[in-house]
């Protein structure tokens, strides 16, 4: 047995160092993120309460840090020149809206309703409640007045919220 094995080894080895070196790997892709599921749903609700705010069908905006309309010339801005603020959206039951800053407004604020920043972001609300709770907020460049389209069951509406400043 022993002298098949060793009759054999020469004839494996020769195989291998005569075969065709393996290709090379292929480059490794440039970095792409996977993309983030943009919708929020009732796992996210944050089960909270705040009267008040400002309506735009069946969504309702609360800040919580500021006041609209009202101006702040002293709201911190960070090293980038935005300004986060802590804006709850709550969703009426059954329904499930898509809230957008508006086009002409994009380079000058974003949604933080999810990881990263969005220009628009989807919210289903929990069957069974009155509001679903979604914790966030809006990041602005400046003080400015903020339209924002919310849609839902081919309905739209526009609200302009005060963000750090009057007058709107």
Do not use: H
């Not at 008040?52 to 309702?60: D, L």
């Amino acid at each position: 047995m022993r002298s098949v094995v060793l009759a054999v080894m020469p004839a494996l080895l020769a195989g291998c160092s005569t075969a065709s070196p393996a290709p090379p790997p292929p480059p490794s892709p440039s970095y792409s993120p996977v993309p983030v599921d943009r919708v929020r749903g009732c796992a996210d609700n944050a089960g909270m309460n705040l009267p008040g705010g400002v309506t735009a069908g069946p969504v309702r905006f609360a800040a919580l840090d500021i006041r609209f309309g009202e101006p702040m010339a002293d709201y911190p801005v960070s090293a980038t020149g935005w300004t986060s603020l802590k804006i709850a959206l709550f969703v009426q039951a059954g329904t499930r809206v898509t809230v957008s800053i508006a086009a002409e407004q994009r380079a000058e604020a974003r949604l933080l309703y999810l990881p990263g920043e969005d220009s628009t972001t989807t919210f289903e609300s929990c069957p069974g409640s009155a509001e679903t709770a979604f914790p966030g907020g809006i990041a602005v460049k400046g003080p400015m007045c903020l339209p924002v389209d919310v849609a839902w069951a081919g309905q739209t509406a526009r609200v302009t919220l005060g963000l750090l400043r009057g007058g709107c």
